[in-house]
């Protein structure tokens, strides 16, 4: 037990039999000091370590305090570990504790050969921790950058990690149970997974951890990387000041605010959920389901693609350098409208307001199977083109669908090109109103021949002019409403104003269809054009008022000849109806 006024230096300093304690007021150096039990070495002004200070080595507890700084190429305690430098730096280059180590100072770079449990860690400027073993600390703060390390184990923090820039590496895992916060750049590079119990925070990040990466939340004022390549990525809350890349397995991410992604791929399932807007000017790919639900819009400049996609969004833009969905990979799209009652529009020019998937967004949409556009308020289809088969947007025998619980009018020419008579367009609202003359629907093969399913099944459906809608809305007598719909209407395509080589309709109150010919006469009657009309009704009392053209063996057939042709129910009209007239 040693105390001095000044400052000591010692060859060797020894207790082979209990304690060893040197007190001093300056600088306190040694060649070696080593006890049987516990070390404590303090300086009240002065610095440990200057040279030639060689190791320390404590059978029991160590305890080093100097507010100069500590300096020593080695140090193995028996017990706990208190490094303590309220001015100066410490280093120490080959540390081992068997208990516990609290370290405090201007700056800290500490080594170890083995494993180290940290009680505490604080440096008013860099931290640097750097194992062999595992590394665990309750908590580590950094006025300046932070890192922590380990090249053959695990890296975990029961508290908060915070520092200017951050790097945490592990040849294992690591897990922080409390917040990590970086001022700077945020790195993480693990070959295992990386689990965050706390949010994270950095201007912005690079995290990498092939096992999977699972965090609360994570903010970043810039971009931020992540990359999951053996494991899940998930991510509670994710807000970013620029883009996200995400790399996994199955990645799944959602925000309180918005997410923009530079690229994410996912080799399962990808699910991306945000309060506000999702916008990806890079490709979005996953080898399962791609799943998005924004509270905002939906933005995509690049490739979307999943076996399966799905978004819901109150509004689409797919650039013009975008495409959603893949033949040959992407088997069901669907687009929903999620903002609640809101207007949808399909086709037609960009700029109609509400959700709006105009023409040419709707020419950058591809399925093998399926596509479906979905919502839960009024729907307005306008000039449409659309293309089934090798080189279209859905595979032969594919089925375009829309579906509301509210109304779908028909206001420009929607105009399919299929590749079989399994090609299938079907509109399932309360209301489908074709409006004639401007609105049309027509199902043809590239030779122009009728070919495909048209399927409408609704409340009521009207194909006619608004103002005729307008009359026939105030009728309730069949024969009345006949004699409305048998006026020649506004002039539509060749053939009227539904084309297919197959029509099903099914109704519960009504099925009308205007005359779209040059005369009232049954002949002339060209409302619709079909090799089969299949008419279902869900009650005795629908009215079904139609005119059209059955095409048999390549040949229209018109006027009366056409009501056996035409199936109410599964069976043939009765031959007692007038074509123009037809109840069931």
Known sequence: DIASGAGLSFGNARATAGDLRIATHGDLAFVGATATGAVNLSTTSG???????????????????????????AARSGGTTLLNSSGGAV????????????????SLDIASPGSLSFAGVSGKNAVSIGTAGDLALASATAGGNLSLGSTGGNVSASGDLSGADVSLTSAGGITVDGKLAGGGTLAVDARQALTLGGDASAASANVVADGGIT??????????????????????????????????????????GGLRFAALDASGDAHLTAAGDVA???????????????????????????????VTSNDVQLGAGAQLGKRGVTQELTLTNGAPGSMTFIGGAAGAGGYDLDAAEAGRLFADKSIS?????????????FTFGENGGLG??????????????????????????????IIDPTLIHVIAGTGSIAM??????????????????????????????????LAAISKVLAAPGPTGPAGGYLRAGTIQVGVTDAFL??????????????????????????????????????VQDGKPVTGLDTIPLVTINGAAAGAGMDMATMAD
Do not use: C, W, Y
């Open 47 to 73: 610095s440990i370590g200057e040279a030639p200070t060689g190791g320390v080595i404590s059978g029991g507890n160590l305890s080093l305090v100097a507010p100069g700084g500590i300096m020593l190429p």
């Open 91 to 106: 280093t120490v280059g080959n540390l081992m504790s068997a208990g516990l180590v609290t370290a405090t100072g201007d």
């Open 215 to 256: 965090t609360a939340g994570f903010n970043t004022t810039g971009d931020a990387i992540f990359h999951a390549s053996g494991g899940d990525l998930s991510i509670g809350d994710l807000t970013t000041g620029g883009s996200a890349t995400a790399t996994g397995k199955n990645v799944t991410i959602g925000s309180s």
């Open 280 to 310: 990806a000017d890079g490709d979005l790919t996953a080898g399962g389901l791609l799943s998005i639900k924004a509270g905002g819009g939906f933005t995509l400049g690049a490739m979307g693609v999943g076996a399966t996609i799905d």
């Open 373 to 385: 556009l979905l919502s839960s308020g009024d729907v307005t289809i306008g000039d449409l083109q």
């Open 396 to 425: 032969t025998g594919g089925t375009l669908r829309v579906a509301t619980p509210g109304a779908v009018k028909v206001t420009g020419a929607v105009k399919l090109t299929t590749s079989s008579g399994g090609d299938q367009f």
């Open 444 to 477: 043809l093969a590239p030779a122009g021949a009728a070919q495909g399913t048209l399927n409408l099944g609704a409340d009521t459906v009207a194909v006619m002019d608004q103002a005729t809608f307008d009359k026939v809305s105030g009728l309730t007598d």
């Open 513 to 550: 269809v205007q005359n779209g010919g040059a005369s009232d006469a049954f002949a002339n009657r060209t409302g619709f054009t079909a090799n089969a009309l299949q008419i279902t009704t869900a009650t005795g009392a629908a009215k079904i008022a139609i005119n059209g053209v059955i």
